[in-house]
């Protein structure tokens, strides 16, 4: 296939790019989805301090603000071999529940909710967060800006800072919750727990009671068959600070747990020529090539991973909210990913219901913050599930806690394979016979959306759209068609 | 220009009541030191910023040498301390971001060591003949 | 009715965090709108691509916001379009006014971050040792691209002239919210300044013995965050944790510091400061006791210059 480049103005960085080739009758013949930059944070953390990583790693991404602190902070126990104090781990806990709360909150207002109440075929225009506001209302709107404000606020009165935190060290945390400040998060908790009734609801009276909205939910054009990684407790209710990671198959069966640095045995992530991110599968089943099936190697994190491989929730409205999904939707796990933005809904109010719960908690309060730190161990992981899906950080220091290695993999890296599949088939699915147009490019976009990527340095958005370029080929390899929405 | 027509450029932040004093001492007993040094005087070696260093380097000084008084014997009671300090931790951090530390050097010599003065010049120099031009060029774009 | 502001928003590279903190103003945001008219935000609230925004005549928006630090071609590019297009540009947190920490990828090569990346970590499967390339055939039929790095990362600042600097990573929403407050009051200072109160962190902070009517000590010890508790009141800098407050903008109310936590930088360097790196390290240094505690400083490139790195003189590592 010769390659022509018609518009050299084609520039393309920092976002994701699609390529999809078409064949001689005009139908896809493959297509490709690029992550298409790298920041080498996995070289730069070398010679820092174990202590000064959360704060550093945070800034990986500004929409997962929680994320790769809480995970790094853990890796950092790890490395001095201490678990944190039981009042640390509660602030912690509630931390990273805080933001579930405002993260799931934007990614489903300004992301997930536009192409249902705005309508899928509506004009990006208007399908954001700005044309969302005008149908539900301003006031509607204020509303649950208001409400997410406070999960940002708890956020910060525990982490120092409302986005990129500082409070956390290893073996604890730096700041100790007062009791003034507990009622105040307690009192804040009451707007994040009213969020997640109001993002339920609005699903349903938008989705749930749309006929026509539900055959995308369980059509097969949005659909990819894989294994599902998700994290547990004992009774195998969801866990998002701590637990077991657990791996079911694309039948539901479970063909694995691991915690700590058992990952290596169960994940590896191959290097393509064609992409600054590599694409992890599940090393039992080895290489598979880029396909999804009964017998695939690719595996998907998040909530709709989560929803397949637990048994609900540990709190009583989220678990209620869950009984009814199973009831709606077919047995066994589920590969819609539509899907995915109702677990993400449910996931919500069960992260405000724990919010609450941890605000109740008197003991929050005590005094024991930090456990004692002795030499360094040398090694240590950081498991967790972010809000976007299992999260690995994973560090080696020396025996003074100096980073001299470290391996990330993110949630978006371990969706790299279903997200190419899923972009495959929505494309088979909407251009035939040659026949492409703006359409198709929201109906690809809807294909990768739910697995929300954060490819944050590919994410130039405000939480709603990754930028996107999609370069259509024909048999010759010319361009044949290019579309972006930035 | 051709590696043998190379000549250093020196660049010494002399403190005036001691190293300042010194050079002159040097001039006035006929003591030798290579024309490749080039004094600035300043109030203090306490009143060296460590960006004037780390800019002498930058426009393409080959080698920049701080002088300050012994030990005791600051005019300002404290200031060599305080650079002594200074220098220490611009060392490390110069050597963190690949610069020869061998480059920027930091001496005592008070005003009546003149010979000593001539001696450390002459050292300084051959060492930085040894190391070569500055990586980043005369004008300081590497 | 007054005529609405023209706005611009631009994230170069980075993490979304500054776009984030605009998102977290919330209702704050929702009232100031109706003043606004958001010609372009990269690329989601207005629907205005690439190619609108360079379409429209030079000098036609009022305002732009630029956020994120500089790697690729095409980042570069968009920041010069904003720059021709606004009467007013604003680095809008410190990646974009100094580099950020994406900068401190200026210490290693392209070299060593692929290395890492793609050889070297634990979990990574290279059977057939390849690296990614901007120019690759797949299945002998299917031919990619990927854009290709610059060498160095840049802050957007020192792309292009910038009418004003703002530090914070990222900027408190309260300060974004003043900030766009000015910008519609017409309140804004000199061009080609930062916009800040003016304060170092020090001048802000509870812990300041100056503001408790004492004596400033020197530092007797150097400890890191890990050593133990800092007592409740008492400065960080003066008990041994490194702390940047001395040389860095208070716009943050010390937020770090009163969570005890010492300052890393992110504001800015104070007034009259050239290289942010250096004058941290020479003001830490003066206030120690002993020359002989700066060897217990660890991998001091990536403390003092852990937010700027890209606006040291040095402009990053030397190869």
């Known amino acids: 296939m010769k390659r022509i480049e018609i518009n050299p103005m084609t520039r393309l960085e920092g976002h994701g790019k699609i390529s999809i080739f078409l064949n001689d009758e005009g139908n896809v013949d493959n297509a490709f989805f690029q992550t298409v930059e790298l920041r080498g944070y996995e070289r730069f953390l070398r010679g820092m301090p174990i202590e000064e990583v959360p704060r550093t790693v945070s800034t990986i991404c500004g929409v997962c603000r929680g994320v790769h602190y809480t995970a790094s902070v853990k890796a950092a126990d790890a490395v001095y071999n201490v678990a944190p104090t039981p009042t640390a781990r509660k602030i912690r806990e509630l931390f990273l529940n805080a933001h579930y709360v405002e993260d799931h909150c934007a990614i489903l207002y300004a992301l997930g909710f536009p192409d249902f109440v705005v309508g899928p075929t509506a004009s990006p225009a208007v399908r954001n967060l700005i044309g969302l506001i005008e149908i539900v209302g301003e006031q509607t709107g204020r509303a649950v800006l208001k409400k997410r404000r406070s999960a940002v606020r708890i956020m910060e009165i525990l982490g120092g800072r409302p986005l990129h935190a500082v409070a956390a060290v290893p073996g604890g945390w730096s700041k100790r919750i007062s009791e003034e400040e507990r009622q105040e998060i307690l009192e804040l908790s009451r707007d994040l727990v009213e969020l997640g009734q109001m993002t339920l609801q609005v699903f349903e009276d938008v989705v749930l009671k749309n006929k026509q909205f539900m055959e995308l939910v369980l059509g097969d054009m949005y659909k990819v068959v894989c294994n599902y990684v998700g994290t547990v407790d004992e009774q195998d209710k969801l866990q998002y600070y701590d637990g077991i990671h657990k791996i079911v198959d694309p039948a539901g069966k479970e063909i694995g747990r691991f915690q700590g640095k058992e990952y290596l045995d169960y994940i590896a992530e191959r290097v393509l020529p064609w992409s600054y991110q590599k694409m992890p599968y599940l090393k039992k089943a080895g290489w598979q090539d880029i396909a999804d099936g009964d017998n695939t190697s690719l595996y998907c994190v998040g909530p709709l991973a989560r929803y397949n491989i637990g048994s609900g929730f540990d709190t009583p409205l989220a678990q209620e909210a869950y009984e009814k999904m199973k009831e709606t939707l077919p047995p066994g796990p589920v590969h819609n990913i539509m899907v995915y933005h109702w677990a993400r809904a449910v996931e919500l109010l069960n992260a405000a219901e724990k919010v609450r719960q941890l605000a109740e908690d008197e003991s929050i309060t005590a005094p024991d913050i930090r456990t004692p730190l002795g030499e360094a161990v040398g090694e240590g992981v950081g498991i967790i599930e972010a809000v976007r899906g299992l999260l690995i950080h994973h560090y080696k220091t020396d025996s003074r806690g100096i980073v001299e290695d470290c391996n990330l993999i993110v949630a978006t890296t371990h969706n790299k394979g279903p997200i190419n599949v899923a972009i495959r088939r929505a494309a088979d699915h909407f251009i035939k016979d040659g026949k492409v147009d703006e359409g198709i490019l929201n109906m690809v976009e809807m294909a990768y959306r739910p697995y929300d990527l954060c490819l944050a340095c590919a994410t130039h958005a405000l939480p709603g759209r990754s930028p996107l370029q999609i370069n259509i080929y024909d048999a010759q390899g010319k361009i044949y068609e290019t579309m972006q929405n930035f | 220009m051709a590696m043998s027509d190379w000549k250093p450029n020196i660049i010494v932040f002399a403190c005036n009541w001691c190293t300042y004093q010194g050079a002159d001492l040097a001039g006035s007993l006929r003591y030798k030191y290579p024309s490749s040094i080039n004094i600035i005087r300043v109030p203090c070696s306490g009143a060296l910023e460590a960006e004037y260093i780390v800019e002498a380097l930058n426009k393409g000084a080959d080698g920049v040498l701080v002088g300050g008084c012994h030990p005791g014997d600051c005019h300002y009671k404290e200031g060599n301390y305080k650079a002594l300090r200074r220098f220490n931790l611009l060392h490390k951090l110069l050597e963190d971001m690949g610069v020869e530390p061998e480059r920027v050097r930091l001496e005592w010599i008070s005003g009546s060591e003149g010979k000593r003065f001539a001696e450390v010049m002459n050292d300084f120099d051959a060492v930085i003949r040894k190391l070569g031009p500055n990586p980043r060029g005369r004008n300081g774009n590497a | ?319």
């Open chain 3, 1 to 319: 009715m007054p005529e609405k502001v023209k706005l611009a928003y631009l994230l170069a590279g980075g993490c979304a965090g500054c776009d984030m903190a605009v998102v977290d103003l919330s209702e704050t945001l929702l009232d100031v709108l109706p003043q606004l008219e958001i010609v372009f935000w990269a690329p989601t609230v207005a629907d205005v691509k690439y190619k609108d925004l360079e379409a429209m005549p030079d000098g036609s928006i009022d305002v732009g916001l630029v956020a994120g630090m500089v790697r690729l071609s095409e980042q570069e590019h968009m920041v010069k379009v904003m720059r021709r297009k606004c009467k007013t540009l604003i680095a809008l947190g410190i990646c974009a006014s100094m580099g950020g920490i994406p900068g401190m990828a200026n210490m290693h090569s392209k070299k060593e971050i692929f290395d890492t990346a793609y050889f070297d970590t634990f979990s990574t499967d290279n059977p057939e040792g390849v690296v990614p390339r901007t120019n690759c055939l797949v299945d002998g039929k299917y031919e990619l691209t990927l854009p290709d790095f610059y060498e160095k990362v840049r802050s957007v600042a020192s792309v292009v002239d910038v009418d004003y600097l703002t530090g914070g990573c990222p900027p408190h929403h309260s300060f974004i919210g003043a900030a766009l407050t000015a910008v519609l009051e017409g309140k804004l200072p000199p061009r080609g300044s930062w916009l800040t109160g003016g304060k170092a962190v020090c001048d802000v902070c509870k812990r300041n013995p100056a503001l408790q009517g004492k004596e400033r000590e020197l530092i007797q010890d150097i400890k890191r965050v890990t050593d133990g508790e800092p007592e409740q009141d008492k400065c960080l800098l003066q008990e041994g944790y490194i702390c940047l407050g001395p040389v860095t903008q208070g716009d943050c109310n010390a937020q770090c510091p009163n969570v005890n936590m010492p300052c890393r930088g992110c504001g800015g360097p104070i007034p009259g400061v050239k290289d942010f790196g250096l004058r941290a390290v020479s003001a830490i240094a003066a206030s120690m006791t002993d020359e002989k505690l700066v060897d217990k400083i660890d991998c001091p490139a990536k403390l003092f210059y852990r937010y700027s790195l890209p606006s040291s003189i040095l402009g990053g590592k030397l190869k």
